[in-house]
């Protein structure tokens, strides 16, 4: 499939002759845990790409990106996409058991990969899940809400002034950049400057996480990610399966609503890092998954799908 309607009003479409095998829900949608429609409705799939860039030498996109309120699709492209599961990425891992109902685009190419499931299963996702968790937990306190004010005054000030080092626009909310009338251009470019370099990435924070920051005190969305992972996480080394959908949805909700405590969300999460390295150490689990199963299915199916292309390229001739 070259092109495919996500909604009504939104088709997504690639170039050339790439084919669009895969896409279903993930993030808060596929987790149970979407809810109000102030969240973005997220979806993950991928493509082959035209078969001159597996036989020839034509450069093609790993990652195709599309943003269309209220959607976010990111497509992979299918050896990276494969590249992702061998190193345990939750994000695509969790493909493999994304239950129909959340699956928009299915194929005999998903399928198979599905059904194959088991080579890809390993200790080795144990780093990569936690990375993760370790990478949101970092983000649940790394900005406080004071800060974040104070950055966004300085920032709106700036764009109101016409001089933003990133010539940024936007529409200032004066209630904020207020406190800094009478400051010098020079003063207020210096502390934005130094509150950028003290908090890396805070000038990329998204209108609607700021919000939570700024409501919460801490971002109560990292909360949730951090500890869905390690629930995920936990799950898949009890049984091997990764469960999306999670039972403690109603939960994770409570935490992005800010009902849950920091000092609760940290005792958990500690309970949980406890909770997998037990079961780590104790795990029969392969400690990789089974490449040279992997490469055979990859061979497999690439051959298929460019005998396809090419057959379809010589009847377009006829």
């Known amino acids: 499939m070259k092109q495919l309607t996500i909604d ?15 896409l279903m829900f993930r993030g808060s949608v596929a987790n149970g845990t979407y809810a109000d429609d102030s969240e973005d ?29 209220p959607y976010d699709v990111v497509l992979y492209e ?25 699956t928009k685009l299915s194929s005999p190419i998903s399928q ?4 194959n499931h088991a080579l890809f299963i390993g200790r080795h996702v144990c780093s990569a899940f936690t990375g993760y968790a370790h990478s949101q937990l970092r983000n649940m306190k790394k900005y406080s809400a004071d800060d ?51 908090l890396p990435g805070i000038g990329r924070l998204g209108a609607k996480r700021k919000a939570l920051i700024l409501k919460y005190g801490w971002d109560v969305k990292a909360a949730a990610h951090t500890i869905r992972l390690l629930c995920m ?6 049984t091997s399966e990764i469960v999306p959908y999670r039972p403690e949805r109603d ?22 890092l406890a909770q997998i390295e037990e079961l780590r150490v104790a795990s029969k689990m392969r400690p990789d998954p089974e490449t040279d199963g992997v490469d055979r299915l990859v061979v497999e199916l690439l ?9 379809e390229r010589a009847l377009a001739v006829v």
């Open 303 to 311: 051959k298929k799908r460019v005998d396809e292309e090419l057959a």
């Open 78 to 102: 299918f050896k990276h996409l494969i590249r992702l599961l061998l190193k345990g990425n939750p994000n695509v891992m969790s493909m493999l058991w994304t239950p129909k109902e959340f």
């Open 41 to 69: 409705i997220d979806l993950i799939g991928a493509y082959i790409a035209p078969a001159n860039y597996y036989l020839g030498v034509a450069p093609y996109r790993e990652t195709f990106e599309f943003k269309h309120h």
């Open 148 to 198: 974040l004010a104070r950055f966004i005054g300085l920032d709106e000030t700036l764009i109101r002034r016409k001089i933003h080092p990133a010539n940024a626009v936007g529409n200032p909310n004066m209630m904020l950049a207020a406190e800094y009338e009478g400051v010098s251009d020079e003063e207020l470019t210096k502390a934005w400057t130094e509150l950028g370099n003290r």
């Open 251 to 272: 939960f994770l909700i409570k935490i992005k609503q800010g009902a849950v405590s920091v000092e609760d969300v940290m005792r958990m999460i500690g309970g949980l």
């Open 8 to 22: 009504s009003s939104y088709t997504i479409a690639l170039p050339g002759n790439a084919h669009i095998f895969w």
């Open 112 to 115: 198979t990969i599905v059904n």
């Open 233 to 238: 996480l936990r799950d898949y080394m009890k």
